[in-house]
């Protein structure tokens, strides 16, 4: 899964928007969806990339607080608003019931984790394939599984991109003790743009488990430099 460290005002430019607040947005681009994930423990919602660094669980959205007297996180996640449109919720779930159904091919979604206020890390783009709407705590909730897909965004629109390598999931915990261990900036040459974190064992070399002693920040240059030298 793809791992770069971006501001948040590096993603808002991405995706050419002048903010993004929602954490679901489907269709944000014309040719793909967009999420904002959180795995802090004070998220609003339960986001987790599972262990096999492929799939991410993504929570669905709760009733928007409209009325002091309704507590969203008591009532169902709903598929409709009142007015009878699909809600996001609604949204997914419909393309995920089009693609099972042969309708479709599934649709690509774009994700982006917080890891801190204001830094961010851009997983690259999934596929929306399967969703729950299952009963937790007595209420009804979404949740959405997207797949891990070779695919990248350039001026053509979407293409397969099959050189990219499969890299092992850093904890949010290990990348807040590295980032501010190495204050935001490539190790090597004090770069503040295009970073990675960098996990000195590859995992196809069999690497320990990661903590923050071989874990580091390197700019996209160093970061190439390194990968050269391995193979
Ligand atoms: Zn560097």
């Known amino acids: 899964m793809k791992d770069e460290i971006i501001s948040y005002r590096q993603m808002c430019d991405a995706e050419n928007v002048q903010t993004l607040q929602r954490g ?4 944000l681009n014309p040719n793909y969806t967009v999420i904002l ?18 799939t991410i669980e993504y929570e669905g959205h709760d009733t ?25 919720n609604g949204l997914f779930a419909a393309a995920v019931d089009d693609y099972k159904a ?8 774009r ?36 797949e891990e897909t ?11 991109n099959k050189l990219r ?6 904890p949010s915990q290990v990348k807040k003790i590295v980032w501010e261990r190495d204050k935001g900036s490539c190790v090597i040459c004090g770069a503040t743009d295009e970073l990675h974190f ?3 064992l590859p995992y196809s070399k069999g690497g320990t488990s990661i903590t923050p002693n071989n874990v580091r920040i390197l700019c996209a240059r160093h970061n190439l430099q390194k990968s050269d030298k391995i193979e």
């Open 24 to 27: 679901m947005n489907y269709r």
């Open 102 to 109: 042969d309708k479709r091919n599934p649709e690509i979604v």
């Open 165 to 170: 390598q499969r890299t092992r999931i850093i």
């Open 150 to 160: 070779e695919v990248d965004f350039n001026i053509n629109g979407l293409s397969e």
């Open 111 to 146: 994700a982006y984790e917080k890891i801190f206020p204001g830094v961010w890390s851009e997983k690259g783009f999934f596929r929306l394939i399967d969703y729950n709407y299952i009963n937790i705590k007595n209420r009804k909730v979404f949740r959405f599984f997207l």
């Open 64 to 88: 928007p607080k409209t009325s002091s007297k309704i507590n969203p996180k008591a009532v169902n996640q709903p598929r409709i608003t009142k007015s009878g449109k699909l809600t996001q």
């Open 37 to 54: 994930m959180s795995q802090r423990r004070n998220a609003p919602y339960t986001d987790s990339i599972l262990p096999d660094g492929l």
């Open 198 to 200: 960098d996990h000195d």
